[in-house]
């Protein structure tokens, strides 16, 4: 399919590889059966969207909290992530983003405030608590977290906690990013037991170094490829996923 890049590299043991970063978790085949559906919606509590990327043109975007004033700047980190999440999800096929299923309707909602970093790319737990209830009521069935937290509290945790289970009451399934910070252990997002964590894998089917790892993880996670893949990049064309774009979930 001409939006799945084959990547070349050298295996462990020295032997060239064309990797497929998509077919490592067999999704070319089910992409081929069908680009999505309008419902159920994908929730999406990142940065802001550059919704005027060329090749989310056509792109069912529903935004929760619309940016004041101008468009967030490209160097908004919070910006760059999220497009490149949406890119993933619902690029236009054959824009070079992965575009997994285009036709579904992606609701966002923006958490991040746009300035540049190190402040940009992070939340505070009780603004995510309440951005999880708000994409919950807004009938999303999947919900996306890649994101950064701010140091907490016990009170932040158990707020978040408490959004967690309204979210799960309403048969929303969380799938949230292990990180890749290369740390040992887990959150109070990452060890709530209806989310789904991820770790990220490289083109060998081993986790990455850099990706998170914990007992949560290996309980109920899952990995998915973390490189190899390029996405939209905020203010036009593609962005590799070996460009750096931090994210923990704590």
Known sequence: ??????????????????????GLVALPALMARTSGLHSPRIGLIDGHVTSDHPDLADANLEVLVRH?????????PGSRHATSVAGVLVARRGSGAPAICPDATLVVRPIFP????????????GDLASAIMEVADAGVRVLNLSLTLTPHSDDADNAL????????????????????????GGSALTRHRSVIPVVAYDLEGHPSGASNLGLTFGRS?????????????????????AEPAPRRPW
Not at 69 to 76: H, I, K, V
Not at 114 to 125: H, N
Request: proline share 8%; net charge positive; aromatic share 4%.
């Open 1 to 22: 399919m001409s939006q799945t890049a084959m990547v070349s590299g050298i295996g462990r043991e020295g032997r060239g590889i064309d990797v497929d970063p998509l």
């Open 114 to 125: 746009s300035r540049p970093p190190p402040y940009g790319d992070t939340a505070l737990p």
């Open 68 to 76: 004041r004033g101008s468009a967030p700047p490209s160097f908004d």
């Open 161 to 184: 906690q408490r959004a967690l289970d309204y979210a799960a009451h309403r048969g929303v399934i969380v799938v949230a990013a292990a990180g890749n910070h290369g740390a040992v």
């Open 221 to 241: 996670g899952v990995g998915a490829t973390g490189t190899g893949i390029n996405s939209l990049k905020a203010g036009g064309g593609l962005r590799s996923s």
